[in-house]
């Protein structure tokens, strides 16, 4: 088979498929460079090939000849042994959401980068004396960014501006009134209007995202059936900070037709991000314990000459797996069965293990829901307590019978702590 090169244009890379096709080539396999692979994945598959995305870590050649021709040739002949696995590559629908959900994401990350804006404001109104951050908990809740888009807009009057506060805003209205006597000089004024622009150039383009967001989800649940039951009560009715803007777990049920919402440690935000990472299909891991392995949350399985060398996780760089671990942080702190887990585990073994391990729970309770529709119900921490005791006292009484010793309870004491 001869070589030949190709530029990196556009129409070279259709010139490249033309060559394929004159030399009735049906299969590609690719490694995945940073993103230089993106252009030429989707126009080989756009052009009808099958294209798969190898990790570069996994199709090594042998040490020396190392150069672009030998490579590619080192990948043909894996391809055509059938030894290359492709990486996962979600269908076009999630793909666009996905794209979505990370520039919304580094949207947040530019905002958070430059809390300089909101600090400008807070020290704009200090230096006029308007002591809001002592009346409210955050100025960029509700009532604070009422009260602030009411002075730039001109409004001075204490007794007015005390009234855009909201109801769930602990303060009362004469103590924001009294709070809000100060000194309005222009060049602070114009200080807190140019800082208050710059802070709303973010929000406005997160906004924007979520309107793209909104629309596409939407989509996608008229595409897919409708769920069979009405959507529960949501646990937690508290909204996050750097949340989308509309209702998300309703618009996934929608979706899906399962609520991700009722595994405790995914919110809302979160669960949507995991099916930008993974989508709503998840037939292309056939158990759970695959889809564990590729997200690096499963134990690995080092051996040689029949003695364990290792079995730690696999370091990963993976999205889905960083935000379950998120997840597991968060659910380490609830009174529930996975918090429990957690707890009992991070005592032990340290909290890095106690994530990882909550983590793989997760997944695979997410995995059984997205894949079985199985709906999770928290047994709650202390029927864990209960079960894991009776695990520790049958494996202690088997454990003394095998060597001739009767395990007794002690009288009195039904119920000892078990760690």
């Known amino acids: 088979m001869p070589v030949r090169t190709f530029g990196t244009f556009t129409e070279d890379l259709h010139h490249l498929a033309d060559w394929f096709k004159a030399c009735g ?110 009346v409210v908990s955050d100025i960029t809740g509700a009532t604070g960014m009422r009260i602030i888009r009411a002075i730039v807009a001109g409004e001075r ?16 209205i004469e103590t924001i009134r009294a709070a809000l006597v100060g000194n309005n000089r222009h060049e602070h004024v114009f200080a807190l209007t140019q800082s208050l622009e710059l802070y709303d150039v973010y929000q406005a383009k997160m906004l924007d995202c979520d309107r793209k967001l909104e629309v596409l989800i939407a989509a996608l649940g008229n595409r897919g059936a409708k769920p069979g039951r009405k959507l529960p009560r949501p646990r937690v009715k508290t909204k996050q900070v750097n949340t989308p803007t509309f209702d998300v777990r309703t ?42 392995s590729w997200l690096c ?38 009174d529930t069965a996975l918090g429990a887990f957690y707890r009992r585990l991070s005592s032990r073994a340290g909290k890095s293990k106690a994530v990882t391990a909550t983590a793989r729970k997760i997944a695979v309770l997410f995995y059984n829901t997205l894949r079985y529709g199985m709906s999770y119900r928290d047994p709650g921490a202390t029927q864990y307590e209960q079960q894991y005791r009776s695990r520790v006292v049958a494996n202690l009484q088997r454990r003394a019978k095998s060597l001739g010793f009767l395990l007794q309870a002690i009288p009195g004491d039904a119920n000892p702590a078990v760690s």
């Open 25 to 134: 080539v049906t299969s590609v396999a690719m490694e995945s460079t940073g993103v230089y692979w993106i252009p030429v994945y989707e126009i080989l598959e756009q052009r009808g090939f099958e294209v798969i995305l190898v990790n570069a870590r996994y199709a090594k050649n042998v040490p020396g000849r190392k150069s672009d021709v030998s490579d590619a040739a080192w990948l043909r002949q894996l391809h055509s042994y059938g030894l290359l696995r492709g990486s996962f590559r979600p269908d076009a629908e999630i793909a666009t959401l996905r794209a979505y959900l990370r520039q919304r994401e580094r949207l947040v990350e530019y905002a958070a980068a430059h809390i300089q804006h909101i600090q400008h404001m807070q020290k704009a109104l200090m230096e006029m004396n308007l002591q809001l951050h002592h």
């Open 251 to 292: 618009a996934l049920y929608g979706v899906l037709g399962v609520d991700l919402t009722e595994i405790h440690g995914l919110g809302p935000s979160l669960a949507l991000k995991l099916i930008g990472e993974c989508g709503t299909d998840l037939r292309a891991w056939p158990t759970a314990k695959h889809f564990t």
């Open 157 to 172: 009057n204490p007794d007015v501006l005390a009234t855009y506060r909201d109801a769930r805003c602990h303060s009362s």
């Open 297 to 334: 949350l499963a134990p690995g399985n080092k051996i040689s000459g029949g003695k364990v060398l290792s079995s730690r996780t696999r370091r990963s760089s993976s999205r889905a797996a960083a935000l379950l671990r998120l997840a597991a942080t968060t659910v380490g702190r609830s």
